[in-house]
Antibody, heavy 121, light 110 residues
């Protein structure tokens, strides 16, 4: 069965960096577009970034562009979200989610359970 | 950038009643790339509907989606106790990758 397991979250001071990981299993990881979505406490869902199946194309929400970097290692079935210059507005539960097979526009059919990032001094 | 608006913000209903949730886009959503998700407290979102009207795998047929262009609807014909949750719409297709979510509609118990 499809599983997505996030890790790497925690409490970090403003201005510092953190790297999230998402380990995938149960499907052909290297064939799927993948996403990060975040949810601030008590708030709605905010799409963060997408990466193509082969890692060559990446797009980011304006709120994180220039600060976050999305990458993947298809040999390890793992996603990474490098988050720099963190601010209080980045405090959220971060989900990785599966997009579509290959290229094209697809909804998010599987989600991890989320990993909490708290930015606080 | 396409902005999604959902209404109402909160819908208070009883089990067995019909729920009608609205999602309106600021621009036409191409090829009906509109999805609906359900999120319960402490859980990840779950995909319900994609392509505006297609049910995802394992979703009961009391959930249905409709609409096109800028106006979309999620209907739950008879609310079950497990359906009380927050529902989000999302557009997932455009020439520039955008995956905007609406602010959500909370369906709670009257």
């Amino acid at each position: 069965q499809v599983q997505l397991v996030e890790s790497g979250g925690g409490v970090v001071q403003p201005g510092r960096s953190l790297r999230l990981s998402c380990a995938a299993s149960g499907f052909t990881f290297s064939s799927y577009t993948m996403h990060w979505v975040r949810q601030a406490p008590g708030k709605g869902l905010e799409w963060v970034a997408v990466i193509s199946y082969d890692g060559t194309n990446k797009y980011y929400a304006d709120s994180v562009k220039g600060r976050f970097t999305f990458s993947r290692d298809n040999s390890k079935n793992t996603l990474y979200l490098q988050m720099n210059s963190l601010g209080a507005e980045d405090t959220a539960l971060y989900y990785c989610a599966r997009g579509g097979y290959g290229s094209g526009s697809y909804p998010f059919d599987y989600w991890g359970q989320g990993n909490l990032v708290t930015v606080s001094s | 950038e396409i902005v999604l608006t959902q209404s109402p913000g909160t819908l208070s209903l009883s089990p067995g009643e019909r729920a009608t949730l609205s999602c309106r886009a600021s621009q036409s959503v191409s090829s009906s790339y509109l999805a609906w998700y359900q999120q319960k407290p402490g859980q990840a979102p779950r995909l319900l509907i994609y392509g505006a009207s297609s049910r995802a795998t394992g979703i009961p047929d009391r959930f249905s989606g409709s609409g096109s262009g800028t106006d979309f609807t999620l209907t739950i014909t008879r609310l079950e106790p497990e359906d009380f949750a927050v529902y989000y719409c999302q557009q997932y297709g455009s020439s520039l990758p955008q995956f905007t979510f609406g602010p959500g509609t909370k369906v709670d118990t009257k």
